[in-house]
């Protein structure tokens, strides 16, 4: 089926790029035994090494959201959900993610807009003395990570889709 094909490629995207992303969270760890170890005993501290552990940590949160999203490990209250049926499941997941998490994406794409292009087009920097240049890169992660979780979603619809229709199949047995 051609929306199977279309979820699988999406999801392959989002697998790709959580696994390339998921590197990151070693190069964070790296970072901060780094940083504290220079500043435990050696007295040196960077303001731009802990700016680097946050951007990175906000890089790694915001672009693995949708490798999050597609393995179904993103925080949910699951006192119903996980008693419902499948196709109850599938009917929730297809109406939340229609509902809420499409519009929500679409919303701070469009709203981060402005504070992306505002941004590079002030050359902003970090306002701390040592602070990092280029801080506009860390602010455009914001509106591609909602874009990722957007295709995602779409992922997440068509699959639950199927779900729906194999659970009202065997139903109908």
Known sequence: MLLEKIAHKIENLSEKIGKSVSWLA???VL???FDVVS?????FSSVAVQELEWHLFAVIFLIGAAYTLKHDEHVRVDLIYSRLSQKAQALINILGTILFLIPFCLMIVYASQNFV???????ETSPDPGGLPARYILKAILPISFLLILIQSFA???RSLVQFRKASYKENL
């Open 156 to 158: 997440l619809i068509i």
């Open 26 to 28: 070693f190069v964070l």
């Open 117 to 123: 292009i505002s941004s590079f087009n002030m050359s």
């Open 31 to 33: 970072l901060v035994c």
């Open 39 to 43: 500043r435990y005993l050696f007295k």
